[in-house]
């Protein structure tokens, strides 16, 4: 299959503006530009059916069609934040083939006539955000970007800013926030992002994720239809999957919606290593609850509708797997540890559950757990759950927990039975002690009455 996203894969150097140049790229946004009217260009979008990466699965086109046409300033601001655990594909697109993000991040500045375009790294993307301003300097030398972009008449910068990485800046609002030199917490919505008030600056901005806007030179250049026809009908065009933990093949995957998790897991990413089995997925890395690992799983196609009807969430489609040796508990402990420590602390049930359920775990995990332990990990995690957090933090962190409790409690159950057995036997061993010292360390009667000495 030719790649629409990883060209990387198929031309070398495509990340090099010349090459990309010479591959067919920047004709997605000349076409744009010279054909198309930016209502016409939010209308093939929407048409293509494309839907956001960053996570939610949001129509794009409807995310454009949001911004007002007559906000005097409006925005585009790329997602590039990428911080969900097992999460890399934007990394890859970003890395090896720039210029056809800046492009897709062109086009949809023409589609909302955007004053400028920014674009927020990860902080720990610095050398990658180094090399992104030197490309864009490249287009905007092409008139591809800048002033009076393709003799247009229509202005449109490209900046580059470096977060200081924090994962709640992925989301968006935080994102805004910190981009405007204000501390990295969600914002009280509405107004929304696309809203006068919501944006960054407070202007109407569209935020999409960089996956996102790679796709939208090749919709532009092949027509909505063409897109849409691969995948599913709600689920359309390719995804990028990413593969990690316990599999033969870990990467990056681009493939087309629809196709199974055991395709996905043991054809491209050649199954478990060392002949193990599968135990547990989780579809959406960190944030989306764990699925078991049964037939009804794995025979399931990848869309976004399917993986809600299993319980889960496809989300950024950041595959870790985890084989039969793996302790549950453990590894939603782990993922509560993350969620702790990346809570922003603004709203309570989402600061005082993550800070709670991890003592919960730490608990559990040293050997002093118990059943009023276990009804913790499921009424805490629901009161960190139906909307009553300012974003979506407090609903992920409650999923890794209340997922494993639903599908793997008996190891749970067995953490609290070795806790109990071991507090049995020191209290044994403390009446001992006590038997035998007597409470003021002299000997018990027992001695004089021919006891067990
Ligand atoms: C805690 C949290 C972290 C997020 N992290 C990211 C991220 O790293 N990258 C991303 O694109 N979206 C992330 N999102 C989703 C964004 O808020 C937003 O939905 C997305 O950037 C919209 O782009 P899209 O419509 O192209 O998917 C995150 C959301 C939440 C709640
Ligand atoms: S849910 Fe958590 S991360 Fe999100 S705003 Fe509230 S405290 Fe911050």
């Not at 744009?32 to 949001?58: D, Q, W, Y």
């Not at 065009?237 to 990413?242: D, E, L, M, R, Y």
């Not at 399917?306 to 793996?326: H, K, Q, Y």
């Not at 508990?329 to 782990?334: E, Q």
Request: charged share 20%.
């Amino acid at each position: 299959m030719e790649h629409i996203l990883l060209r990387d894969l198929d031309i070398p150097d495509i990340r090099n503006f010349d090459v990309y140049v010479a591959n067919g790229g920047y004709e997605g946004l000349k076409k744009a530009v010279r054909e198309h009217t930016p209502e016409e260009v939010i209308k093939i979008v929407l048409e293509s059916n494309l839907r956001g990466r960053g996570g939610a699965g949001f129509p794009t086109g409807r995310k454009w069609s949001f911004i007002p046409k007559d906000a005097p300033i409006k925005y585009v601001v790329v997602n590039a934040d990428e911080s969900e655990p097992g999460t890399f594909k934007d990394r890859q697109i970003l890395e090896k083939n720039p210029h056809q993000l800046i492009e897709g991040a062109m086009i949809a500045a023409y589609a909302i006539q955007a004053t400028a375009v920014y674009i927020y790294c990860r902080g720990e993307f610095w050398d990658l955000a180094h090399a992104l301003e030197e490309e864009i300097e490249a287009a905007r030398q092409a008139n591809l970007v800048g002033e009076d972009v393709l003799s247009s008449g229509w202005n449109c910068p490209v900046y580059v800013h470096l977060g200081a990485g924090a994962y709640i800046c992925g989301e968006e609002s935080a994102l805004l926030n910190s981009l405007q030199g204000l501390l990295g917490q969600p914002r009280v919505r509405p107004p929304f992002p696309a809203q006068p008030g919501g944006g960054l600056y407070y202007a109407p901005t569209v935020v999409n994720n960089v996956e996102t806007l790679a796709n939208v030179p090749w919709i532009i250049q092949n027509g909505a239809a063409a897109y849409k026809a691969i995948g599913t009908p709600e689920s359309s065009g390719v995804k990028i999957f990413c593969l990690s933990g316990h599999i033969a093949r870990p990467g990056n995957y681009e493939l087309p919606f629809g196709i199974t998790f055991r395709e996905l897991i043991f054809e491209h990413g050649g199954g478990i290593p060392d002949g193990k089995k599968l135990k547990a997925i989780l579809p959406s890395g960190a944030s989306g609850p764990v699925l078991p690992a049964t037939d009804e799983v794995l025979d399931a196609p990848l869309t976004y509708e399917s993986v809600a009807a299993l319980g889960s969430t496809l989300g950024s489609a950041s595959f870790i797997l985890m084989d039969e040796d793996t302790d549950m508990v453990w590894a939603a402990a782990k993922m509560t540890h993350f969620f702790k420590h990346e809570s922003c602390g603004k709203c309570t049930p989402c600061r005082e559950g993550t800070y709670w359920l991890e003592r919960i775990y730490r608990r559990l995990l040293r050997g002093d757990g118990t059943m009023r332990d276990l009804e913790l990990l499921k009424s805490i995690p629901r009161n960190m759950q139906g909307g009553v957090t300012l974003c979506a933090l407090g609903e992920f962190a409650a999923n890794p927990v209340l997922s494993t409790v639903q599908h793997f409690y008996a190891e749970y159950e067995e953490y609290v039975r070795r806790a109990e057995a071991s507090r049995e036997a020191r209290q044994a061993a403390e009446q001992m002690h006590d038997y035998t010292l007597g409470e003021a360390g002299e000997l018990p009667e027992a001695v004089g009455q021919g006891g067990v000495w």
